[in-house]
Structures are given as structure tokens and as C-alpha cells.
């Protein structure tokens, strides 16, 4: 039966405003697209925790979770759930008070595991703020411009939202609970929604209790098919658990449970959390999820789904139990015709007006941070006093950060430090970044400018940083680069682009609050004043 739903999201753009690319970029890290009719797991090696996707005709969108970071709510595009580009975001903002916190940026907070519906010509995302509310924003293209937030509930511990729009004209919203704020966890509740989608009707509903064999259900997916009514839900833990999918004849319940997907004998841990769509022409379906792989984050797969009794089977059901094993390699979705290569966008030449959509903040930017200085072709990132109360990265929140792209990568940059000539500490350089950190930073300090690999052990914790190794440079101008595989990572640099001395020792690279570790950039300043410096960076490239 043909799948009656669809996909979107997309988004402006940030203080320094982000683009589309013409071409699709192509990883030199990762591509699952093996070329052969196959793909292999994951479909994108990068941290895009909690995924929903849709289709609208011909085109798959998705989003997932960004916490803290902004833009906010990514806007993927895809033709056949492969190959994959940023398109843009749905938030180019956050509300002030979903983003900081005093000293610091609130980590972990704001946009959690949204959904992504079309409805009546229109794309909406929702998603729950743990402290603040059920948000909602849409768009009559996924390119955006996507609306300004829009508060439909005010609630605290309510996460995971998704809307249903019913054929007899009325809509609903399921979602999970947050025990560090509601108090309860493992339960899912259903309330009506007014039709325009902007706010709730009545009084929510419990519709299923899952403490007994689905501890910590969450996540929520609702959908319609066949006359059931499903709700496609995460359970066990993050890194541990299953898919379990509820259905009833009613959205009120009672509701039906069955696990249809869990790791069973291969390495794909905790397969769960995701979106269910299918192809053009409704001959197949497929999920998109989640697996927690540590350091790197919460990484997207791909997997074939079958219907049995109006049961959906996700992935390989090699005993007939009707649950099914995810897959490592599998044939691409049959969607009419081959399309070419494309992964999301990580390294950038800063060439153009726009940083490339792989960038984000680490909370709310101010226009004056960067500036894409075209004449020069080189990205201008402008020092930004600490606070008062300093300690480390983890505080700042103008980090330009993306995600890790692979498991196995090189990330260099050329950067040229201009500080400003009354006092010395300002710096630049090139940070791992999570709930440890290490950077390679470039300061100037009263004997020059000086080149040091620093560890943060404990960032979370209020720990400081900690010199491993330094180095003077002649100049303000240096190569940085950082090697990472399989989570250690080793850095080095250059003063010519072509001859790298390694600095510092081994760091093993930490994941940050519920996000994967991210690799990128800064410009700080010790103190407040009228004025500051600057970092330019020439360009910041991923290769092998």
C-alpha cells in the first residue's frame, strides 16, 4: 500500500548566512553509495541523532536533533535515501533562553528528536523542548523561508513530538516523557491537535506504559496506514535498545506492541529512533535510524521494511520471528532511476558570501563574529571576550563547529592570527570538541606568537585546560591539522602547507552532551574591550 506522508524542513540562514551548494559534494571519508546498485551502513557517518524523513513525490527530506547548535533543525535532501546533502536549516535562530545559560551555553537543551510532516501544501517540523514547550515552525518550501517559532504548548519533561493529521479532519500528537523533568519516564501520551496544527485540543491521554517491557520509550513517530494506527517508538536506551512499534484501530488505543528491530547477532547496537517512508510508486518502505557509535554520535543507517499482518519487519528477519536484524550492505530503494554521488558538505574554501551548511554555532551567533571576506577568500573570525568566570572552551559560545564526518579523516586549516596591538591572549586554532577537548591553538602572548596542543579533560565538569606542548612561531600564519582514527586523535602543523611536525600526544576524542564530538574553529579574547582581533582562515578541509 502506498505510504500517505511526507517530508520537510529546510532552513534560513545564520548570522553569517549559509548557502546551498550547486554541485553535490562528495566525501573523501565516506560515501555509502558503493556504486554497484548496493549501500553500505551507515548512509551518512555523522552525528544526525534522532532522524525523521519524509517523501513529498519524488524527494526525501530529512531533519534530526540539534540541541544547542544553530542553526538549528538540519534540512537534508535525498532522491533515493543514499546519497545525502545539507539543503539548509529551520531555525536560524533559537529563543534566548533555550540556548544559554549564565557563563555559559546550554548543552544538550532546546531541539530534541523532531518530526517532519507535509500537510495541505505545507511543511511542518515539530519538536519538544524539554524545559520550554512544544515548538513548531513550517514552510511552503523546504528551502525555507521557514516561519518564526511557534509555541503550541507550554510544558515541561514533553519531548518527541509528532503530529498526525487524520482523514476525517482531526489531528493528534503523540510524544515521550523526559524523567529529569516530568518525573516519569517509559510512557507515551496522545492529545488532540487543532487542525491548523498551532495548538492542542483537550486534555492529553496515556496511551501506553511501558515500564514492564519498553523501559524508556520515547522518541515517537505517528503515522496511519491500512485503518491501524502506529506509533513507531525507540525503547531500552540509546545505545542498547530496539524498535518497537504500537498499534491500535483507534489513536486513543488500546494499543498492540511488538519489537520489530533490534540488533541481534550483528554489531549494529541500539537500532531504533527513526522515520518510515516509502518509495515513489509504493513498492517498497523503508526506516531511517539511529545507532550510537560513542564519540562520533548518533549515526544515520538505512534499512528495508515488510509488511506482515499490517506488522511492519524492519531490516533482515533471518528466523521469522518478525523481527528483523539491521543491515550492513543491502541494494538501494528502487526508485525509478540512478542518482549520482553525494554525502554532506564538510570541507569549505570560505570563497563565497555564504559559510558552507555545515557549519554551526554553539549558540545563538551575533552578526559581528565572522565575516565572509570574499576579496580576500578567506572566512574573518572576529575575538569574542570570554567571561569573567572563564575556564575552558566548553563555556564559549562562538565555537564554528561540524559534525565528525567518519570514523577514519584529516581536518586542516590554514589560519592567520591579526591580534589586536593593547593586549596579548587573544586566539584561534583547531578544537575537537565534547565533554573532553583538545585543541591546537595559536596565541599571541607576550614572547610572540605561540603555537600550543591543549587537553580539557572534564570540560562538562568545570575542569581547565591543560598544556601538552608548545611551540614559537616566526609568524601569526600556520598550517593545522588533526588526524583522527577510530576516536584517537593526533595533531600537527605546518608553516608551509607541505612539511607537518606532530605537536602534543595522542587525544581520545569524547562526545559532548548528548550530541557526537564536533571538529572546527574559535577566535577569543581574554577581556572586554571596545575592539578586538582576528583569525583569518583561508580554508578548512576533510580528507583522508
Not at 527530506?61 to 546533502?85: E, K, Q, R
Not at 516530568?182 to 492529545?191: D, H, L, P, Q
Not at 574573518?380 to 563555556?395: E, G, H, K, Q, T
Request: glycine share 10%; net charge negative; with cysteine.
Amino acid at each position: 500500500m502506498k505510504l500517505n506522508r511526507t517530508l520537510s524542513v529546510l532552513a534560513c540562514c545564520a548570522v553569517t548566512s549559509f548557502a546551498i551548494q550547486a554541485a553535490p559534494y562528495v566525501s573523501e571519508v565516506w560515501v555509502a553509495d558503493l556504486g554497484n546498485g548496493n549501500y553500505r551502513n551507515p548512509v551518512i557517518y555523522a552525528d544526525y541523532s534522532d532522524p525523521d524523513v519524509i517523501r513529498v513525490g519524488n524527494d526525501y527530506y530529512m531533519t534530526a536533533s540539534s540541541f544547542n547548535c544553530v542553526p538549528g533543525l538540519p534540512i537534508l535532501h535525498s532522491n533515493d535515501l543514499v546519497n545525502w546533502t545539507i539543503i539548509g536549516y529551520a531555525i536560524d535562530r533559537m529563543p534566548d533562553e533555550a540556548i544559554y545559560v549564565k557563563d555559559g551555553v546550554n548543552h544538550g537543551n532546546a531541539v530534541w528528536a523532531p518530526s517532519i510532516r507535509y500537510h495541505d501544501g505545507e511543511y511542518y517540523i515539530y519538536y519538544g523542548d524539554p524545559d520550554l514547550g512544544i515548538f513548531m515552525t513550517k514552510a511552503k518550501d523546504p528551502k525555507g523561508p521557514w516561519s518564526p517559532l511557534k509555541l503550541v504548548a507550554k510544558t515541561k519533561g514533553v519531548i518527541d513530538t509528532c503530529p498526525l493529521w487524520d482523514e476525517d479532519g482531526k489531528a493528534y500528537m503523540s510524544w515521550g516523557m523526559a524523567g529529569s523533568r516530568a518525573n516519569m519516564k517509559s510512557m507515551i501520551t496522545v492529545c488532540e491537535m487543532s487542525p491548523d496544527g498551532e495548538s492542542l485540543i483537550g486534555h492529553p491521554k496515556v496511551v501506553y506504559d511501558g515500564h514492564d517491557e519498553d523501559v524508556t520509550i520515547e522518541g515517537t513517530k505517528f503515522y496511519k496506514r491500512n485503518g491501524y494506527y502506529y506509533i513507531m517508538s525507540p525503547a531500552g536506551g540509546v545505545p542498547t535498545g530496539w524498535e518497537t512499534v504500537l498499534r491500535s484501530k483507534s489513536p486513543w488505543g488500546p494499543y498492540e506492541r511488538k519489537v520489530v528491530l533490534a540488533q541481534g547477532d550483528t554489531d549494529i547496537n541500539g537500532p531504533h529512533q527513526g522515520g518510515w517512508v516509502d518509495t515513489p510508486d509504493g513498492s517498497e518502505d523503508w526506516f531511517i535510524h539511529f545507532q550510537d557509535v560513542g564519540p562520533i554520535g548518533r549515526i544515520a543507517h538505512l534499512n528495508p521494511v515488510h509488511w506482515i499482518d499490517d506488522w511492519p519487519v524492519m531490516g533482515v528477519d533471518k528466523d521469522g520471528d518478525g523481527c528483523g536484524d539491521p543491515v550492513r550492505t543491502y541494494k538501494k530503494p528502487n526508485v525509478g532511476k540512478t542518482y549520482p554521488k553525494a554525502t554532506p558538505q564538510e570541507s569549505d574554501e570560505f570563497d563565497s558570501l555564504d559559510l558552507g551548511l555545515q557549519w554551526q554555532w554553539h549558540g545563538n551567533p551575533q552578526p559581528w563574529w565572522a565575516y565572509n571576506n570574499v576579496g580576500k577568500g578567506v572566512l574573518s573570525l572576529y575575538s569574542v571576550p570570554v567571561s569573567a568566570n572563564y575556564r575552558s572552551l566548553w563555556d564559549v559560545p562562538n565555537l564554528l563547529l561540524q559534525k565528525i564526518p567518519a570514523p577514519k579523516f584529516t581536518a586542516t586549516m590554514k589560519v592567520t592570527l591579526t591580534p589586536d596591538s593593547r593586549f596579548d591572549g587573544e586566539r584561534t586554532g583547531l578544537v575537537v570538541m565534547g565533554l573532553d577537548y583538545a585543541v591546537l591553538a595559536l596565541e599571541k602572548t607576550a614572547e610572540g606568537f605561540k603555537l600550543s596542543e591543549n587537553e580539557c579533560l572534564k570540560a562538562d565538569k568545570g575542569k581547565t585546560e591543560v598544556e601538552n606542548a608548545s611551540v614559537m612561531l616566526p609568524d601569526s600564519t600556520a598550517y593545522l591539522r588533526v588526524k583522527m582514527a577510530d576516536g584517537v586523535c593526533r595533531f600537527s602543523y605546518s608553516l608551509d602547507g607541505k612539511k607537518y611536525k606532530d605537536i602534543g600526544k595522542p587525544f581520545t576524542a569524547r562526545e559532548g552532551k548528548w550530541i557526537g564530538a564536533k571538529i572546527g574553529t574559535f577566535c577569543t579574547r581574554p577581556k572586554t574591550t571596545n575592539d578586538g582581533g582576528r583569525a583569518d582562515v583561508d580554508w578548512f578541509r576533510i580528507t583522508k
